[in-house]
């Protein structure tokens, strides 16, 4: 059982995806460690949950208090129950859905973001070259929450056209790897 864990929505219990072949959840406890690292950076900021499966990401920090969120995943079924869940727990007027590939959302969009969380499949490849299309949509001073296995690799920096990623925490828990990326806008030559 997921459920938003604090905030004005604490409690409320999520609903998901039938099968991990289609999604796969965050932890209870990767979740409740990330946001206790994010804990003041949350307040009002504006959050970007890529692959967001049930949406749990993008509504807890929503539940603690951010801004606005938009929430992306390629499965039309994902995104309904995203809806489901926001309409749930009364946070949908802070949100926005976009039904479409992480790649090409991030290709098309000017939005910028304070947090982003991206949680592809594992295994699948995604984040080496998704990593400096998410620096480009980021604030300076902005968090990138990645989630992975523990034997993927990734960069310690990643430069973007003007946003650098660089490694801030790496943190495991059993079969489950967390990057936490700091923003920084900078000069790329």
Request: hydrophobic fraction near 40%; charge should be neutral; proline fraction near 4%.
């Given at each position: 059982?997921?459920?938003?864990?604090?905030?004005?929505?604490?409690?409320?219990?999520?609903?998901?995806?039938?099968?991990?072949?289609?999604?796969?959840?965050?932890?209870?406890?990767?979740?409740?460690?990330?946001?206790?690292?994010?804990?003041?950076?949350?307040?009002?900021?504006?959050?970007?949950?890529?692959?967001?499966?049930?949406?749990?990401?993008?509504?807890?920090?929503?539940?603690?208090?951010?801004?606005?969120?938009?929430?992306?995943?390629?499965s039309k079924d994902a995104c309904?129950?995203?809806?489901?869940?926001?309409?749930?727990?009364?946070?949908?007027?802070?949100?926005?859905?976009?039904?479409?590939?992480?790649?090409?959302?991030?290709?098309?969009?000017?939005?910028?973001?304070?947090?982003?969380?991206?949680?592809?499949?594992?295994?699948?490849?995604?984040?080496?070259?998704?990593?400096?299309?998410?620096?480009?949509?980021?604030?300076?001073?902005?968090?990138?929450?990645?989630?992975?296995?523990?034997?993927?690799?990734?960069?310690?920096?990643?430069?973007?056209?003007?946003?650098?990623?660089?490694?801030?925490?790496?943190?495991?828990?059993?079969?489950?790897?967390?990057?936490?990326?700091?923003?920084?806008?900078?000069?790329?030559?």
């Amino acid at each position: 059982m997921m459920r938003i864990v604090t905030g004005k929505a604490r409690g409320y219990r999520l609903q998901t995806l039938p099968g991990e072949d289609t999604t796969r959840p965050t932890t209870e406890r990767v979740k409740e460690s990330v946001f206790s690292i994010l804990q003041f950076e949350i307040e009002g900021r504006t959050v970007l949950d890529l692959f967001a499966g049930s949406g749990q990401m993008g509504l807890e920090a929503l539940s603690r208090g951010a801004a606005f969120a938009v929430f992306v995943d390629s499965s039309k079924d994902a995104c309904e129950v995203v809806k489901a869940n926001a309409r749930g727990a009364k946070l949908d007027a802070q949100m926005r859905i976009a039904n479409t590939d992480a790649i090409a959302f991030c290709a098309r969009t000017s939005e910028r973001f304070d947090i982003a969380f991206l949680d592809p499949p594992y295994r699948a490849g995604l984040l080496p070259s998704l990593l400096p299309q998410v620096a480009a949509l980021m604030k300076d001073g902005g968090a990138v929450v990645c989630e992975t296995d523990i034997v993927t690799p990734l960069p310690e920096r990643v430069d973007g056209k003007e946003m650098s990623l660089v490694l801030e925490k790496e943190k495991r828990y059993g079969k489950t790897q967390v990057w936490i990326y700091r923003c920084k806008k900078e000069a790329i030559e």
